[in-house]
Antibody, heavy 118, light 107 residues
């Protein structure tokens, strides 16, 4: 069955960088747009970014625009999120998710926790 | 940005109850609305898409309705496995936005 496995989370100081990865399997990764969604501890879901199936179209939430970069490597079936200039308010579990042909998020990874703290 | 407002924030109910959660959009999103269920420590699970279409494998006690700016998620007969937090989400336009969530608790 479809699998999405995030990695790369951890504890990082404010102002530093981190790169998250999301390894996809059991589906044709290159056919699907992919998203990142985050959830701060005890809070609701917040959409972060999307990349089209071929990487040609990208959108970001205002809260991360200019600091985060979403990318993908279809040859490696992997989605990335480069996070720069991290802030304490970026602390969250980060999920990658697949956008299905109906337009919404049908499969999600288990999430990876990013903690921004000095 | 389109703001999504859910009500109530918390709902106490008993097994067998009919439960309704409301989601309002700050502008029309046609039927581009999804509902997700999330249990503690787990990823969200898609329940309903395009406002009223049931995702494959989701029990038929879940249903969605609405269009434009007003939407509802109904659980016809609450089961023990349904105690969770529910989120609506618009995918009419970027940035996508979620409601703040509705926690369904045991009464």
């Amino acid at each position: 069955q479809v699998q999405l496995v995030e990695s790369g989370g951890g504890v990082v100081q404010p102002g530093r960088s981190l790169r998250l990865s999301c390894a996809a399997s059991e589906f044709t990764f290159s056919n699907y747009a992919m998203h990142w969604v985050r959830q701060a501890p005890g809070k609701g879901l917040e959409w972060v970014a999307v990349i089209s199936y071929d990487g040609s179209t990208i959108y970001y939430a205002d809260a991360v625009k200019g600091r985060y970069t979403i990318s993908r490597d279809n040859s490696k079936n992997t989605l990335y999120l480069q996070m720069n200039s991290l802030r304490p308010e970026d602390t969250a579990v980060y999920y990658c998710a697949r956008r299905n042909y109906s337009g919404c998020l049908d499969y999600w990874g288990q999430g990876t926790l990013v903690t921004v703290s000095s | 940005d389109i703001q999504m407002t859910q009500s109530p924030s918390t709902l106490s109910a008993s097994v067998g109850d009919r439960v309704t959660i409301t989601c309002r959009a700050s502008q029309s999103i046609s039927s581009w609305l999804a509902w997700y269920q999330q249990k503690a420590g787990k990823a969200p699970k898609l329940l309903i898409y395009k406002a009223s279409s049931l995702e494959s494998g989701v029990p038929s006690r879940f249903s969605g309705s609405g269009s434009g700016t007003e939407f509802t998620l109904t659980i016809s007969s609450l089961q023990p496995d349904d105690f969770a937090t529910y989120y609506c989400q618009q995918y009419n336009s970027y940035p996508w936005t979620f409601g703040q969530g509705t926690k369904v608790e045991i009464k």
